[in-house]
T-cell receptor
Framework: GDSVTQMEGPVTLSEEAFLTINCTYTATGYPSLFWYVQYPGEGLQLLLKATKADDKGSNKGFEATYRKETTSFHLEKGSVQVSDSAVYFCALRDSSYKLIFGSGTRLLVRP | EAEVAQSPRYKITEKSQAVAFWCDPISGHATLYWYRQILGQGPELLVQFQDESVVDDSQLPKDRFSAERLKGVDSTLKIQPAELGDSAMYLC?????????????FGPGTRLTVL
């Protein structure tokens, strides 16, 4: 079945460092891809999405490009802030429209 | 900004007791989802509604879990009896329609602890 694999965390960075969180997927067809963020004690918030190959999703300085050839959707940010500390989930939407999530990557940004 | 509402936010219960969680989706959203998120893992879909009809409940443990959305608006998820392994965050999400371009919006979740 469809699945999402994320790099394991935690990822610890200093403020203003460059961030990459790797995400690869296995799916039949061409699913829509998402990044959600979860702050402590809260639900999930949509960060960005891409619905077809070569699309780039972006929001709040974060970017991810839908790469069909490598089945990847890596999350990047040029300069992280302490407030970016959270758990990040990569997800795909399968043919029945349900979301399939990766296991999450915890990001800790130190001042 | 419209939000998905859930209650309670936290619930502690003893095993073999019954628990219920409530979700009120964003107004006008036809599709409602219940997910379970075990600590350290990503959410997994339990049940999906389109209006008042169940579209997918293949991962719902039907011997102890039930879900309803009687009027196609708010929804209740019930566990009876609760087991220790049910301790998790239960997340509700909604989307405008069941479509390939719609975004799912999540509520704050209910954290369940079974003792």
């Amino acid at each position: 079945g469809d699945s999402v694999t994320q790099m394991e965390g935690p990822v610890t960075l200093s403020e203003e460092a460059f961030l990459t969180i790797n995400c690869t997927y296995t799916a039949t067809g061409y699913p829509s891809l998402f990044w959600y963020v979860q702050y402590p004690g809260e639900g999930l918030q949509l960060l960005l999405k891409a619905t077809k190959a070569d699309d780039k999703g972006s929001n709040k300085g974060f970017e991810a490009t839908y790469r069909k050839e490598t089945t990847s959707f890596h999350l990047e940010k040029g300069s992280v802030q302490v407030s970016d500390s959270a758990v990040y989930f990569c997800a795909l939407r399968d043919s029945s429209y349900k979301l399939i999530f990766g296991s999450g990557t915890r990001l800790l940004v130190r001042p | 900004e419209a939000e998905v509402a859930q209650s309670p936010r936290y619930k502690i219960t003893e095993k073999s007791q019954a628990v219920a969680f409530w979700c009120d989706p964003i107004s006008g959203h036809a599709t409602l989802y219940w997910y379970r998120q075990i600590l350290g893992q990503g959410p997994e879909l339990l049940v999906q509604f389109q209006d008042e009809s169940v579209v997918d409940d293949s991962q719902l443990p039907k011997d102890r879990f039930s879900a309803e959305r009687l009027k196609g608006v708010d929804s209740t998820l019930k566990i009876q009896p609760a087991e220790l392994g049910d301790s998790a965050m239960y997340l509700c999400a909604s989307s405008l329609q069941q479509s390939g371009t719609d975004t799912q919006y999540f509520g704050p979740g209910t954290r369940l602890t079974v003792l």
